[in-house]
């Protein structure tokens, strides 16, 4: 099983800051990494797939980078409809999760 | 638009059976790949089954193998999954979620599209 660590658990970030978010895969993933993002009593949505192209409807702020083993999540400017917890998923071999990213309000 | 809707949740006993069902719209169910995906109170995302775009390739996680059976039914733009034995930590928010793809292998696609969850609770 591919095991996806995140880091940090939780980011503290104040509007208009800069927020990197990180996901290590347990093996070569190559770039089959996506990332989600949950707002609290709602279903996950598809932020970023192939681990740098943003899905339809995402605004240009978020960009996602990496390959391999290591990946991570940039949001360049963050709004408030940005707070939300962010999980990345690996879909090379089977399909697994991270433990997810809370990014709050400082 | 893409709609995907669960119902048949609820709280049921220790060691009974449930079925949640997925009413898939908007797009063409008999060619993709779908999953469920379940979210205990408070914690992360776990993957729990795939099911292939013709129903005839399936795939379990490790905790619901052999409890769990995933199933689709392409007339009726349907997906389900009939949950037997089911335990205490089986309590979580369970989604329906479309492939990008085909899922006819265990290599396959990230989820574009997610259903609202239905809350199923385990206890006595």
């Known amino acids: 099983e591919v095991v996806m660590t995140q880091s940090p658990a939780t980011l503290s970030v104040s509007p208009g800051a800069r927020a990197t978010l990180s996901c290590r895969a347990s093996q070569s993933i190559s770039t089959n990494l996506a990332w989600y993002q949950q707002k609290p009593g709602q279903a996950p949505r598809l932020v970023i797939y192939?681990?740098?192209t943003r899905a339809t409807g995402i605004p240009g702020r978020f960009s996602g980078s990496g390959s391999g083993t290591e990946f991570t999540l940039t949001i360049s400017s963050l709004q408030s409809e940005d707070f939300a917890v962010y999980y990345c998923?690996?879909?090379?071999?089977?399909?697994?999760f991270g433990q997810g990213t809370k990014v709050e309000i400082k | 638009q893409v709609h995907l809707v669960e119902s048949g949740g609820g709280v049921v006993q220790p060691g009974r059976s449930l079925r949640l069902s997925c009413a898939a719209s908007?797009?063409?169910?008999?060619?993709?790949?779908m999953h469920w995906v379940r979210q205990a109170p408070g914690k992360g995302l776990e993957w729990v089954a795939v099911?292939?775009?013709?129903?005839?390739?399936?795939y379990y996680g490790d905790s619901v193998k052999g409890r769990f059976t995933i199933s689709r039914d392409n007339s009726k733009n349907t997906l389900y999954l009939q949950m037997d034995r089911l335990r205490a930590e089986d309590t979580a928010v369970y989604y329906c979620a479309k492939d990008f793809g085909a899922a006819a292998s265990t290599r396959g696609y990230y989820f574009n599209y997610w259903g609202q969850g239905i809350l199923v609770t385990v206890s006595s």
């Open positions: 099911t292939s775009f013709h129903g005839r390739n399936k």
């Open positions: 998923q690996q879909y090379d071999n089977w399909w697994t």
């Open positions: 908007g797009f063409a169910f008999s060619s993709y790949g």
């Open positions: 192939g681990a740098a």
